[in-house]
């Protein structure tokens, strides 16, 4: 069982006892588990079912909106681990690896299903036929993929489905006499003509093609065991976390060229989409230490240590650290991230430009 669990009756995982028990650096455990355990499985299943990079140089459309979904996915991995810790003995989850891999799934179901509505509506169409037709079968295989095939051939271990069968195979003389069919004779059809099973996403492939529904096809959702095993002790992904610490230090060092109080108005209040804090993840990343960051804020070791497991900060207590208004401190937080943006771009632009000219 992966997701959150209610009731005392389990426990939770292991890996999240060291996080839950903590008493002075919880944070830092957190952003252990979300970058060494959390991050690889959800980059994982993002690159396995959107076919993307994750890289920040790459700007391509689905690519960007990868990277926009791995930050939501972490930050309800955080926010739910932050939950789960508020509220011991009242939620569990019993596997965490598994709980954020359900969730990566989840999410690129949910964007799937915005991106191409027709082929959706499509394949859960199809699935109802398929399980309520006596004439199909629609089973799971070892892999965890769905496979759908005449009753006639259900009996007995699930058959090595078709993946060669496209509409152009299996109607050579053209689909338009097809294309007004019901939906139960068009799939007894396509499964005569096949002379075998297929896998639910194929078949979803060639009916589109058949009725000439032109949405990019839908990704299978149906949790791939051997991927998901694998992602449970995956590779380092070197590149990757290179690539994610390199833009995350020039981000850094561009903090560092804000004015003060535009430092201290951003980072006292740095918190995640949903409103969590992050400044923790600063130090466990090795891009700067507590130490490192009171210097920036020209706040004493001491006191920004005891302040530390307070923060994010709201704007009020800011204003009184800082001696200043409310209101300033949203403007300058606000003029702070504008700065970022602005420099961060001129960084990719030259980044771009360079590795043109090589």
């Known amino acids: 069982m992966s997701e959150l669990v209610e009731g005392p009756a389990a426990t939770n995982d292991p890996l999240l006892l060291p996080f839950l028990g903590?008493?002075?650096?919880?944070?830092?455990?957190?952003?252990?588990?979300?970058?060494?355990?959390?991050?690889?499985?959800?980059?994982?299943?993002?690159?396995?079912?959107?076919?993307?990079?994750?890289?920040?140089?790459?700007?391509?459309?689905?690519?960007q909106d990868a990277l926009d979904l791995a930050q939501s996915i972490r930050a309800l991995v955080v926010s739910e681990l932050r939950k789960l810790r508020t509220n011991q003995g009242q939620r569990v989850i019993i596997d965490f690896r598994q709980y954020v891999a359900v969730k990566a799934y989840s999410a690129c179901a949910d964007y799937f299903r915005q991106k191409h509505p027709q082929r959706w509506r499509l394949k859960n169409a199809l699935r109802y036929q398929l399980k309520l037709n006596g004439q199909f079968a629609l089973q799971e295989d070892a892999r965890g993929k769905w496979v759908c095939g005449l009753s006639a051939w259900a009996a007995g271990p699930v058959s090595q489905p078709l993946e060669s069968a496209d509409a152009r195979i299996l109607f050579p003389e053209g689909t338009s006499h097809m294309q007004q069919a019901p939906l139960s004779d068009l799939l007894e059809n396509i499964l005569e003509r096949a002379g075998g099973p297929l896998t639910l996403d194929r078949l979803v492939g060639i009916v589109a093609d058949v009725?000439?529904?032109?949405?990019?096809?839908?990704?299978?959702?149906?949790?791939?065991?051997?991927?998901?095993?694998?992602?449970?002790?995956?590779?380092?992904?070197?590149?990757?976390?290179?690539?994610?610490?390199?833009?995350?230090?020039?981000?850094?060092?561009?903090?560092?060229?804000?004015?003060?109080?535009?430092?201290?108005a951003l980072l006292l209040n740095l918190r995640d989409a949903n409103?969590?804090?992050?400044?923790?993840?600063?130090?466990?990343?090795?891009?700067?230490?507590?130490?490192?960051?009171?210097?920036?804020?020209?706040?004493?070791?001491?006191?920004?240590?005891?302040?530390?497991?307070?923060?994010?900060?709201?704007?009020?207590?800011?204003?009184?650290?800082?001696?200043?208004?409310r209101q300033q401190v949203i403007n300058l937080r606000k003029t702070a991230r504008e700065r970022l943006a602005r420099r961060m771009q001129a960084r990719e632009k030259n980044s771009s430009r360079a590795a043109g000219q090589r």
């Open 275 to 325: 409103s969590d804090s992050v400044i923790a993840f600063v130090p466990y990343l090795g891009i700067a230490s507590k130490n490192e960051i009171a210097e920036l804020l020209g706040i004493p070791e001491d006191r920004f240590a005891e302040m530390w497991n307070d923060l994010p900060l709201e704007d009020a207590a800011i204003a009184q650290l800082l001696g200043i208004t």
């Open 211 to 264: 009725k000439g529904i032109k949405d990019h096809p839908v990704e299978s959702f149906d949790h791939d065991k051997v991927l998901i095993e694998s992602l449970f002790y995956p590779g380092p992904g070197t590149d990757a976390a290179l690539e994610q610490h390199l833009y995350l230090s020039r981000l850094w060092e561009e903090v560092t060229t804000l004015p003060p109080l535009q430092r201290a």
């Open 22 to 63: 903590a008493e002075g650096e919880a944070e830092g455990l957190l952003a252990k588990l979300v970058f060494e355990i959390a991050d690889p499985i959800i980059q994982g299943v993002l690159r396995q079912k959107l076919r993307v990079s994750l890289k920040s140089s790459d700007g391509s459309v689905q690519n």
